[in-house]
């Protein structure tokens, strides 16, 4: 009788194999809560960049009226102290990207423009409406103001 020990080639290709789709399938998982993570941040920074354009417009910080600029082609948006975005005092802009696997899959406020500013004092603004950020997994967030 013939005694041995170890392991078989078949043995060691199978248990190679089923780690490597485990590995695979875990890897998926992660990038897809990633995604998700991302998107879920992004559009909480725009809101709090929308929340913080308003209050400084009703405090009148710097004397100032201030808003948010969604930048579809640049894929960022940026918070700004000033009248409009063409017109505004680029020392106060606050810069936020979106990661790569993000987008504006709609910017549709009134007007047309891209940019939200707050009145002073009232906090009001006439540039209501929606922005729509989108994974490339196809997950979207609508931020309405």
Known sequence: MKNTRGFTLIEIILVTAMTAILAGGAFMIFSSFLMNTQLDDTAQGALSALRKARINSVVRLYDLQWGVYFDD???RF???GGNAYASRNTQYDEVTNLASSLSYSQISLSGGGKEVVF???AGDTAQYGTVKIRSTSGRE???TI
Request: hydrophobic share 40%; glycine share 8%; proline share 0%.
């Open 73 to 75: 082609t640049a894929s």
């Open 78 to 80: 940026t918070f700004f």
């Open 119 to 121: 009145g002073k004092v």
């Open 141 to 143: 967030k609508t931020l």
